[in-house]
């Protein structure tokens, strides 16, 4: 029998499961769309998961410092099929939250903060683990979040943890959020990243961490280009059997 906490075994898919794990501004997102769309797999953005909770909230007005208000909201969303993600090979996934596919909504300041938050909630992992899980079985997929390793597929066949400087994390995200015509000081988005990592890596239940068998990678030593080709190096040894 298997449940929630069992860690199944190392399966042998034809095709891997990658997961790719870090703090915010490693350079995840990039790397885990870039691996996709090299390899033809399917990109999980868990962290939009996370997100679309913080935005359903955000817009139900429900507190988010209110647990039990927003664990059953999580339920609630996920069971109703209100919260989706639409993920097809190569392509960047699709979040729809109340029938509207989300994008610039889910990535401001406020529901980066948001999501930290309702993410230490168990009631809310509970509710999106089976959903993660039921995107990757299969193999041939990318997950990027952070206890991708540890918790929601602790049997990946490919496991990165990607890490930079706080600095050089603050930076991308601030080059994000101009780009977007978000306007921001770098000064409060590196407090707002190291505030988000402490929270992400303090919570009791599945803490941002590196799994035992992960590779860790510093992505401030290396262009996203040498990351990519790494991964990719790792998932296609996998698939030869190697
Ligand atoms: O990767 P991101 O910045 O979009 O994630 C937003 C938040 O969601 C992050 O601060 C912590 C949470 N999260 C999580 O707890 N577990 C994941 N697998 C992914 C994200």
Redesign the pocket.
């Known amino acids: 029998m298997t449940d929630e906490k069992s860690t199944p075994s190392r399966a042998r898919r034809p095709r891997p499961i990658v997961a790719i794990?870090g703090?915010?501004?490693a350079g995840?997102?990039t790397v885990a769309r870039e691996v996709a769309v090299a390899l033809g797999y399917v990109l999980v953005?868990?962290?939009?998961?996370?997100?679309a909770i913080?935005l359903g909230a955000h817009l139900r007005k429900t507190p988010r410092d209110d647990r039990h208000a927003i664990e059953s909201l999580a339920e609630e969303l996920v069971a109703s099929g209100a919260l989706e993600m639409h993920a097809r090979a190569g392509q960047t996934p699709t979040l729809v939250l109340d029938g509207v596919a989300r994008t610039d909504e889910?990535?401001t300041p406020d529901i980066?903060?948001g999501?930290?938050v309702?993410?230490?909630y168990p009631g809310v992992?509970a509710a999106?683990l089976e959903l993660?899980r039921s995107f990757g079985r299969q193999g041939g997929v990318v997950?990027?979040?952070?206890?991708?390793g540890t918790?929601?597929f602790p049997d990946a066949e490919v496991k990165f943890f990607l890490t930079a400087t706080d600095e050089r994390r603050a930076h991308r995200r601030h080059a994000e959020l101009v780009e977007r015509g978000t306007e921001s000081r770098f000064e409060d988005v590196l407090r707002e990243v190291r505030e988000?990592?402490e929270?992400?890596a303090a919570?009791d239940i599945?803490p941002?961490r590196a799994a035992e068998d992960a590779v860790v990678l510093d992505s401030s030593e290396r262009t996203i280009a040498e990351v990519v080709a790494v991964i990719c190096d790792a998932a296609r040894q996998c698939e030869r059997g190697v």
């Open positions: 794990d703090p915010a501004g995840k997102s953005d868990t962290g939009a998961l996370y997100r913080a889910l990535r980066s903060q999501a930290s309702v993410s230490r992992r999106l993660q997950l990027e979040g952070r206890d991708i918790v929601v988000r990592d929270r992400d919570r599945a941002m």
